[in-house]
C-alpha cells in the first residue's frame, strides 16, 4: 500500500515542483529584500546569537561566529520546516477540497523548500569559513550524507505533525514550545564538552544533537563525524518515515472532513 502511494507521488513529481517553486517565489513577495530574506535570515539570528554569546555571555569558543554558524543553518532548515509543515494541510483545505493530489505532496514540498533555503544558505557558509581560515577538505565529502539523513528524519516528523494538526488544532502551538526548548537541548549555540557527562544521555536520545555535532565536525573541527552514530540516526529516520507516512496514509481519508 505504502509503496503505491510513493509511486502516485512520483506520478505527480511536476505539481510537486511546481509546488515548491511557487512557495520560494511568493514566500518573500512584496517584501523589499525579497528572497535575499532566505540569507539574511540566518545572519541576523547568527548576529543576535554572537552577540550574546561571544560578548555578553563570553562562551569559550574560538571563532565563534562560525562555530554557531556552521550549525545554525542546519537548525533553522529543522525548525522551520517542522512549524510550516504543522499547519500546511490546514491551510491548503480549499486545494485539497478542489483538486485532487497525493495529500503527501504538501509536506514533501515544504521539507525540499526547507533544503533548498539550506542550500542557499551553504553559499554564504563556506566563504565565511575560508575567511576564517577554516577551508573545504576531503571529510566534506560526509555532507551529502549527513543532508540525507536529516531530510529524512525532517520529513518524518513532518508528515506526523502535518497529519496530527488536522485533528489536534493546538498541536501548531505546542510545537513552537517543544521546538524552543529542543534547541537548548541541541548543542547549536554551545560544544558538548559543556554538558556534565550525567546529562550527556540527553543528547545520545536526540537525533538532531548528533547531526548537529556531525555537521560541526566537518565544517568547524574539519574532522570526520562518528560513523556508527549516523548509520543508527539513518536507520531510525527510515523506519520513523515508514511509521509516519503509514500514519499520514490512515488519517488523510479524514482530512477533507476537517479542514
Same mark, same amino acid.
Given at each position: 500500500m505504502m509503496l503505491h502511494d510513493w509511486k502516485?507521488? /512520483?506520478?505527480y513529481r511536476e505539481f510537486l515542483k511546481n509546488n515548491v517553486l511557487k512557495d520560494l517565489r511568493t514566500r518573500y513577495k512584496g517584501?523589499?529584500?525579497?528572497?535575499?530574506w532566505t540569507l +539574511?535570515?540566518?545572519? +541576523?539570528?547568527?548576529?543576535? /546569537?554572537?552577540? +550574546?554569546?561571544?560578548?555578553? +555571555?563570553?562562551m569559550p569558543v574560538d571563532n565563534y561566529p562560525i562555530f554557531l554558524f556552521c550549525t545554525l543553518l542546519s537548525w533553522i532548515f529543522f525548525q522551520s520546516t517542522v512549524q510550516t509543515s504543522s499547519s500546511i494541510i490546514v491551510n491548503s483545505g480549499n486545494l485539497i477540497k478542489k483538486v485532487y493530489f497525493p495529500h503527501e505532496i504538501?509536506?514533501?514540498s515544504v521539507v525540499l523548500g526547507g533544503l533548498l533555503n539550506y542550500l542557499f544558505g551553504l553559499v554564504v557558509l563556506i566563504p565565511a569559513l575560508i575567511m576564517y581560515g577554516y577551508y573545504p577538505n576531503i571529510h566534506y565529502l560526509w555532507l551529502p550524507v549527513l543532508i540525507l539523513i536529516q531530510f529524512i528524519f525532517t520529513l518524518a516528523i513532518s508528515f506526523f505533525v502535518a497529519a496530527l494538526t488536522v485533528f489536534f488544532r493546538d498541536m501548531e502551538h505546542m510545537l513552537n514550545i517543544f521546538l524552543s526548548a529542543l534547541l537548548y537541548l541541541t548543542p547549536v549555540m554551545y560544544p558538548l564538552s559543556m554538558i556534565?557527562?550525567? /546529562?550527556?544521555?540527553?543528547y545520545n536520545w536526540n537525533p538532531m544533537a548528533i547531526l548537529i555535532s556531525s555537521y560541526r565536525s566537518v565544517f568547524y573541527y574539519n574532522e570526520s563525524p562518528n560513523g556508527i552514530l549516523l548509520l543508527i540516526i539513518g536507520v531510525i529516520s527510515i523506519l520513523l518515515l515508514a511509521l509516519s507516512h503509514y500514519y499520514f496514509i490512515k488519517m488523510k481519508d479524514k482530512f477533507i472532513e476537517e479542514i
Open positions: 502516485e507521488i /512520483y506520478k517584501s523589499f529584500f525579497g528572497f535575499l +539574511l535570515n540566518p545572519l +541576523l539570528m547568527l548576529i543576535v /546569537y554572537s552577540t +550574546l554569546f561571544s560578548i555578553i +555571555l563570553k504538501m509536506p514533501i556534565p557527562d550525567k /546529562y550527556l544521555w540527553l
